[in-house]
């Protein structure tokens, strides 16, 4: 039997009596928490406010995704499986096979767009008007849902993966935790423990290639926080300038499904990503430094050569035990 995929944006089914994952009618929904249980007790999230695009608040605990009994046993073994790699720290998420580790952010990251994609839908029937959504957008989580049916179904993404995952040793506070996403161009970070991850869950590795040198850099040396929250800013501004829509050939067979990335270049001459600009870079920087209290002019004193915490001058790797004592 083939294994067709299913894919909500056909219809838009957005409800809360579709599962989420595979358009089955629900009679009986079960809400599946978007961000995992164990997150929300071990962090104290329950009634904190999670920021949405249009700028209203939900507690942590109301962002959720209806499902069906066994997709929610599904998600459960994943998040079982990922948590344990989690609570044991950096090595063991190091080691963890990578198409698991992006199956359990995919679901964190489409799970928030699944309810941003809920709200924009209620203010739409509000206002009376007609439901408008981006096309680009609609290619970008189409896609990004389709890869998390891995989940379920038997799928092997061919030649290289859709989507770069890095995992960097952290010296955290006890007891932190930081989640950021940028859902427009799907890129997430997380701090905790003694670890920080970067995921570009649609990029086919471009944003690594990108970075090489300053990855190259680091390599595997325990990181301070601000040097990490220095790396996310690189990425997320880069995952700004990719300015390619990837494309892939899905072929659903009888026992597997097949994704093949298409090449980024094709028959686009530009650039893969467009101009770094560093007062641009500098402003993301800021936000992502904001904890030490940085301000803009102080990034980009120097406008051709932004302040950093990773390289020095001389283009060498700064130890965190060189970093200032007023920023540990």
Known sequence: MIQELYNPFDEFEFDNTTCFLTGERLKNPIVYSVFPGWVLDEFGLKGNPFKMLDESYKPYEELTIPC???????????????????????????????????????????GIVF???????????????????????????SNLHKMLQSVLVPTEFETLNPFSIYVFPVNNEEDYFNYRDEINTLVFSLR????????????????????????????????????????????????YLFNRLPEYTISPLEHKVFIEPMPLVGLNTRPVFDHWQEKT?????????????????????????????????????????????RLK
């Open 281 to 325: 870079y500098g402003q993301v920087l800021e936000n992502f430094w904001k904890p030490w209290g940085f301000t803009l002019f102080e990034i980009i004193k120097d406008p051709q050569h932004p302040l950093s915490f990773i390289t020095d001058e001389a283009g060498g790797f700064i130890s965190p035990a060189g970093i200032p004592a």
């Open 192 to 239: 905790m423990k003694d670890f920080g991850i970067i995921a570009c869950l649609q990029d086919n590795g471009a944003n690594g290639k990108y970075h090489e040198d300053v990855l190259a850099l680091v390599g595997t040396q325990i990181l301070h926080p601000i040097q990490f929250e220095e790396i996310c800013a690189r990425f997320f501004y880069s995952c």
């Open 68 to 110: 069906s009994p066994g997709v929610k046993e599904r998600l459960e073994q994943l998040d079982a499986e990922v948590s344990s790699a989690l609570h044991v720290g950096y090595d063991a998420l190091k080691s963890m096979d990578e198409t698991l580790l992006f199956q359990w952010i995919a679901k964190w990251v489409y």
């Open 115 to 141: 309810n941003e994609i809920q709200m924009g839908i209620r203010q739409q029937e509000l206002s009376g008007e007609a439901m408008n959504f981006s096309q680009v957008l609609v290619q970008k989580f």
